[in-house]
């Protein structure tokens, strides 16, 4: 079975940097689509970015430039570097797996990112 472990959250300053990991097992690497989303309080949960087996990557608009999502197929982890956090950027954070060519998706138990001074 598909697991997802996050790791990596916490307090941060605004401007500071955190990073993120997820140990993923029991998925097929060729066909998983990792990512990354977020769910502050109140609000829906969000992409924030995403990365396939041959390492395309998407960005939500708000973290372009400020955020990179990179992966290790040989250790099946993905990371997620936020650089130049904002308060904004307050919210629990979700690993993704979507196995391509089927419905399926799998979740994180998610960690918590803090922004503040």
């Known amino acids: 079975q598909v697991q997802l472990v996050e790791s990596g959250g916490g307090l941060v300053q605004p401007g500071g940097s955190l990073r993120l990991s997820c140990a993923a097992s029991?998925?097929?690497?060729?066909?998983?689509?990792l990512g990354w989303y977020r769910q502050a309080p109140g609000d829906e949960r969000e992409l924030v970015a995403t990365?396939?087996?041959?390492?395309?990557?998407t960005y939500a608009n708000s973290v372009k430039g400020r955020f990179t999502i990179t992966r290790d197929n040989a250790k099946n982890t993905v990371y997620l570097q936020m650089n130049s956090v904002k308060p904004e950027d307050t919210a629990v954070y979700y690993c993704?797996?979507?196995?391509?060519?089927?419905?399926?998706?799998?979740w994180g138990q998610g960690t918590q990112v803090t922004v503040s001074s």
């Open positions: 993704n797996n979507k196995v391509m060519y089927s419905t399926r998706t799998y």
């Open positions: 029991g998925i097929i690497p060729s066909r998983s689509i």
């Open positions: 990365i396939n087996f041959g390492g395309t990557t």
